[in-house]
């Protein structure tokens, strides 16, 4: 008398990815409840089992589920926001900024549902999250039916969903409690980073792990440039400060261990945390190539992620197991290392190890749950199929298939993929939410983007601040003469300095966009400070007057202040159109004249064809009553100074150079 | 009155990888017989044109159709045939025994329709070959309509085409005269690389090349090794060697260049060269990362390929456009280089400097051939869809749309995919045809895998020789007694040698497969040649007679013959169940006993816990009449040698050692 069961898999090639690495040819996979209850041969389980419905697999692998231990999963609505820039603009630039104003409860929800859609299309069926209001991406994915340890992040700074790390903990503690118990997700606790974390976050954080008994989330050794920094200021690495704050006492879950060593593999090892590179992000994001043969020979339990659509820029793990399997012989130079059947399991049992599930998933076996993918291996691609070796399954599932050829997916035992048609979530209706939210970041971006101004204050947070300056410059012949003219009894000098001056100008082929300038200015007078400091200028055309007698121009300058990253950060994030440099040496004064500031500069061009030296008088103006008043004091200072009207030059010296 | 033409695609973003990088939103692309007749806004085309049909691209992309530079399309056939090995193993174990084996004009026209019915489907418009029977591959790819560089492969050895480079090069003369003229496809000659070329070769290439005014072919710098050994043999770079034997004396194109420097560049970017680089083969054969960022700063014009799928294992070109945008930013650690947009380019537009075609193909333009792909950017990976940013399309093709988005592909005007069926190849047809021929190969491997005489004579082209040993081991207490009595007048010594041998047994689950020794021997004796001599033997159980007296054991050895490969070599190719090392100090006597010859050792294992000394006394037989006979003899010997029926063993040294 047949058992009954619900559903059963049969006629394709079972891989099983069981402790004896059992393949079935013709095999079938006995499905009851959310159960597996058995697996074998296709013949042998068709007389045991009567089943409610039987699908025929003939042509297929029927595989475990895949499992993406590291994922941002509401970043698929930041898919292909910005991309080939250094990972400080992405951040700073992009990132932060979006973040901060248009993740809501909404997005996660909206973007979870996104990547559910795409993930349960590609064969993942468990997803390691962290992200903010991490609720809404546990409810998305319970109703997508997808298995998922959502782990809320908490950061030292403030989030899109807390003011504070306090706040993000009580979020977090709330969160975990609604969702004990549940029968596929688990709500846990994501501390960021070591560089983005307090030791209190992280003992907090294994606190609550360890009372709700869920797997602690963070990421660790992404780049070498956190590790740099971490051993210069801890003496100790990422993943070896980890285990000195005590995240590593609970299940853990490390994404990326990008630039681990045997020292930190020994830890991991030894703590049974799961480590979580993300292939095409680290390369996409220049972090490098995660040490996967030397994590594997160690011992480390390994998984792998997508990590978020914002640097992938999908969530097809079949594409990352195909990248680990690859990346590890080019760049030892030794094909034999992390070959087919050991990359998948990095997304299948030695994954499950990895986030903490093997006892539930990662392998078809009776007794698991009925996580399961139906890859069709009958598209062009997958043509022909060898079958003489033991392994050329695991050869053309991990170098031949793809995400497209994914044909059911189950979770539970319960279709969520059949036949190519998702049935827990609405694509079209997913897709057009997640547009619709994207086109308002688009125009956010698009506005900013076209004006300077708010593409700086996007970055720096600071206040505009107009500055008008009128300013008169003019070629002379005798530097000296000018300098002693200047210590007559016209002049109060208040200040003298001696400076070399670095200007790069970022500037557009639309000049009412206006430029930004990067200035690195270094005093040369004896007694100064050695650091030079550098300054971002916004200027734009003074639209307002361009009549004043003298060669005089009103110049503008939107927002000025201490620029605090590199050039090379500026010119990344503007995307100037045209790059000029000006250096020059320069003598400046302060002067009174008739109660009145002025700053006079005597500059000599390095390195340019024009003649010289320049004079150059400026002062600040606040009205055109004011700066009428300066204008006359300047043609008198002019005469003082022994500058005739033919001298004088009306042009900017970045004008003078961008002609060249 | 508008302008007839044939087909407008209209709605979509139309790409167009012209010098201007122009991207039209809302763009049509308009098409009369084979040529572009004009690309710019979808309602200005609408005016201007009145076309026979009008295909609706909205959400889609329209891009040039792809153009892959280095492929072995026959070679479909051969996907996943085997993988994770060593390059010699692949090659010299499997792709040339296989290939001289199967590699027919069927082959080769069968693997090209499945090769060309896949990277239709892929967005592939041309390609640039190289194989055997390439007047097939060309006859398949015109049949397929698409636009292909069949390159004729000349090596100095035989090949599956040519018992000699003459005959070689008479065929591809033959072959270069009946396609000449053709309209998409050109045939030509490919010196197959340095490594397997003579300066001839390359020279008569050059002049047939020139001849016929077609691109030279050649691999060039794939892997260290070849560098190093080019260096060492001839003191010029792979490529400096091509260039001096006159290989860019034409147009040319160099597969890989993988392992190319500053002067390559310089080379290569003189003459025009093409550079074909194919990441995932170069990551899969473990060959390295090409580099992209070097070799595009030196203005050489580079392309990209799959390369064969017997290393790859597909043909989605867009795949190694993503891997040529990521892999340069993981290894040099900085995010910008090879952007998105400049990825795209290597199979477009600069694709097709590389390949000699940019006058017809490479970007779309009034006045060049509509080789186009639509691509549907309407997947749940693309969505959404950021546009603020001038370069986001880029963005979006590069880093997430896949092969599986390609909705139609036009070559010279002509539908080859329309709404992703295949209009010019059976599918149906050519998988089954495919997979037929795979299925013969698959038994001559499955064959051979179990039967490991076949695996020896597969990969040494030598002869069976069966060798009968009748032979006798006893554990002795007195090594030196035995010498003594061995100087004796009943024995005449005729040579004696001392050796350290090193004994590796590559062992099976089933024994009656039998048992491979990979010995190395070392000669200790003063006088003797220093460098050691390896064996490889293959012994199977000698079923025929187990019951000689006094413990003799007969032996048969199916096969011993010099191992001209390295212990890795084979320890890869036969993929042993188990692997037993036996060391041992070995002193040898030849010597006469009654006219018949024998072989006395007196063994210390070294690191073993067996006792011993072990005396070991063999001779050759070829009759069981003989081995009767040389038994008794062996019993008289054992007498003379003071040696008891106690101490007999009937073991072998790697079964005393296979127990630990």
Redesign the interface.
């Known amino acids: 008398m047949p058992e009954l069961i619900d559903t059963l898999l049969t006629g394709g090639t079972v891989v099983t990815m069981d402790g004896d690495g059992r393949v079935i040819e013709q095999g079938a996979v006995a499905i009851r409840g959310r159960d597996i209850v058995a697996v074998g041969p296709a013949h042998e389980l068709r007389e045991q089992f009567a089943a409610g419905e039987t699908i025929d697999c003939a042509g297929c692998a029927i595989i475990p589920g895949l499992i993406n231990a590291h994922a941002h999963v509401p970043m698929?609505?930041l898919?292909?926001?910005?991309?080939?820039?250094?990972?400080d603009v992405?951040l700073l630039g992009y990132m932060f900024p979006v973040e901060s104003k248009f993740v809501t409860p909404e997005f996660s929800y909206v973007g979870t549902q996104?990547s559910c859609?795409?993930m349960i299309?590609?064969g993942t069926t468990t997803f390691v999250d962290m992200y903010f209001y991490e609720d809404e991406v546990a409810r998305a994915a319970d109703e997508a039916g997808m298995r998922a340890i959502c782990g809320q992040s908490v950061l030292r700074f403030p989030t899109p969903d807390a003011p504070s790390y306090d706040k993000g903990l009580e979020y977090t503690r709330a969160f975990m409690q609604k969702w004990q118990g549940h029968e596929r997700v688990t709500a846990t606790v994501a501390p960021h980073a070591p560089y983005t974390c307090t030791d209190d976050i992280y003992r907090a954080a294994a606190a609550l792990a360890a009372e709700f008994d869920t797997p602690l989330i963070t990421h660790l050794s992404e780049t070498?440039r956190e590790n740099k920094e971490s051993l210069q200021e801890r003496k100790l690495s990422p993943v070896a400060y980890s285990e000195s704050v005590g995240a590593f006492s609970v299940k853990a879950i490390a994404a990326h261990c990008v630039h681990t060593d045997e020292r930190d593999w020994a830890i991991l090892s030894k703590h049974g945390v799961g480590a979580a590179p993300c292939p095409?992000s680290?390369?996409?994001?220049?972090?490098?190539?995660a040490p996967f043969a030397g994590m594997l020979a160690a011992g480390v339990n390994v998984g792998i992620g997508t990590d978020g659509p914002a640097s992938?820029?999908?969530?097809?793990l079949l594409n990352e197991v195909h990248l680990a399997?690859?990346?590890p012989?080019?760049?030892?130079?030794?094909?034999?290392i992390v070959?087919?059947r050991q990359a998948l399991a990095l997304a299948t049992s030695l994954g499950a190890k990895a986030v903490h599930l093997a006892h539930l998933i990662g392998s078809l076996e009776a007794g698991k749950r009925a996580d399961i993918v139906v890859l069709d291996l009958?598209a062009?691609?997958?043509?022909?199929?060898?079958?003489?070796?033991p392994?050329?399954i695991y050869?053309?599932i991990v170098?031949?298939a793809?995400?497209?050829d994914v044909r059911h997916t189950l979770v539970d035992g319960r279709f969520l993929l059949r036949d190519r048609q998702l049935l827990t979530v609405d694509?079209e209706r997913v897709?057009r939410e997640?547009?619709a939210?994207?086109?308002r970041?688009?125009?956010f971006?698009?506005e900013r983007?076209s004006n300077l101004l708010d593409k700086i204050v996007a970055i720096g947070g600071v206040q505009q601040a107009e500055i008008f300056e009128v300013q008169v410059k003019a070629c002379i012949a005798d530097a000296e003469a000018i300098a002693a003219a200047l210590n007559g009894p016209a002049f109060t000098i208040t200040k003298a300095t001696e400076r070399t001056q670095y200007d790069t100008y970022l500037m557009f082929a639309d000049p009412a966009r206006g430029r930004v300038r990067y200035r690195e200015d270094h005093r040369r007078d004896p007694g100064a400070r050695l650091d030079p400091k550098s300054t971002l200028t916004l200027t734009v055309p003074a639209a307002e007057r361009d009549d004043f007698p003298h060669a005089v121009l009103l110049s503008r300058a939107r927002y000025t202040a201490p620029a605090d990253r590199s050039l090379r950060f500026y010119r990344?994030y503007f995307q100037p159109e045209m790059i000029v440099e000006v250096e020059k040496q320069r003598r400046r004064w302060r002067v009174i004249y008739k109660d009145e500031d002025f700053a006079i500069n005597i500059d000599r061009l390095v390195g340019s064809t024009e003649p010289g030296p320049f004079l150059e008088i400026k002062s600040r103006t606040w009205s055109f009553r004011d700066a009428e008043h300066k204008v006359a004091l300047i043609a008198e200072m002019l005469e003082h100074l022994g500058v005739s009207e033919e001298q004088l030059v009306k042009q900017e010296y970045v004008e003078m150079e961008a002609k060249h």
């Open positions: 698929s609505l898919r292909g926001l910005v991309a080939d820039v250094q990972l992405w996104l859609a795409e299309r590609s070498a095409s680290n390369l996409k994001l220049a972090s490098g190539i992938n820029d999908d969530q097809d399997a690859l990346l012989k080019g760049v030892s130079g030794d094909p034999t070959p087919a009958r062009l691609h997958t043509t022909p199929r060898y079958s003489y070796a392994d050329s050869t053309q170098y031949s793809h995400a497209s694509e897709k997640g547009q939210i994207a086109d970041i688009n125009a971006l698009g983007e990344e």
